[in-house]
């Protein structure tokens, strides 16, 4: 049994499959939330492209088409592959969007994929993996990239360090402290759902990434901080191109962002970007314009020592 969304008046993609699967967990009965954030997705994409237009596309996980539907009515087309553990989510998307079905393994160094990709799109998979898992992705998506194409990958950053310190992503309060404290110490942390090391939470950032990806097969042109529905930070990878630049990572700011997220500095944990950004128009346009990579960065280069709204006050803060 399936349901159908509603599209509001002046849709995009007015054309889009709106059918969506009875056991489709990331559709909780909110249309405008679940379409707004397969929208996010596809603008993180169009921001990777940069105007290019795949010919094939991979999608992993996808799920059950939260994003695979936006990818199916912009590309029109494009060869699409999906591929998840979900079985019953990877039939779907194939018989719903003209896919060609792949299903994963969990052990993902020995995950086959056969083709060649201009575009992959791995939305919210490393945000559950420990790191020997997410190497073992990276590798199996680097076999299967093409020359030109893009890897548009989310992670968690810093910016989910209130929701780990707040509710725990799932985890346990004394498993959300170990991960941020790990966190603090390495780049890269990873608790399993019960403690153990298997599917849980991760979290990373620009910093770490940027090391990783100092050398191998791939390379990391563009990060974007909670570019993905503002949750989630967006890493644009590609084959190694000789002489290409990383991107700029201010080191001394990264490690005191780790240093604070671990340290449970409370003023972090006040920290509240939507409220920062209506309070600061000035800064919001900024962020629209790329100039800082999201609110949060702006707070921690200059907000915190201007006088602005939305500005968590140190005296207001018990420490």
Known sequence: MTRMLTLPAGFAFPGLNREIAARDSMYDGRDEHY???????????ADALGGDVPGAILDLPCGFGRVTRFLRAAFPRAAITVCDLE????????????????????????????????????????????LGQTRALLNALAGVLSPDGRIVASAHGPGIADGLKDWGYGLEPREAAALLTTYGETGYA???YGGGAGYGISLSDQLFWTQHFATGALEMPRYRAQAWDQHQDIMVLR???????????????????????SAHDPRLAAFDSAAYLAANPDVAAAVAAGHFG?????????????????????KDVLF
Not at 112 to 126: E, Q
Not at 239 to 257: I, N
Request: proline fraction near 6%; charge should be neutral; aromatic fraction near 10%.
């Open 35 to 45: 379409l707004s954030v397969g929208a996010s997705a596809l603008d993180c994409i």
């Open 294 to 314: 999201s609110a949060f960065q702006h707070y921690w280069r200059r907000g915190r020592f201007e006088e602005r709204d939305g500005v968590p006050n140190q």
């Open 87 to 130: 079985r019953e989510g990877v039939d779907f998307c194939a018989a719903a969007f003209g896919a060609r079905p792949v299903y994963s393994t969990e052990d993902l160094a020995r995950l086959v994929i056969p083709g060649r990709f201009d575009l992959i799109w791995v939305g919210s998979l490393i945000t559950h993996l420990a």
């Open 190 to 192: 990873h608790c399993g």
């Open 239 to 261: 084959r190694r191109q000789p002489g290409a630049p990383m991107p700029a990572v201010d080191e001394a700011e990264f490690l005191a962002v780790r240093r604070a997220a």
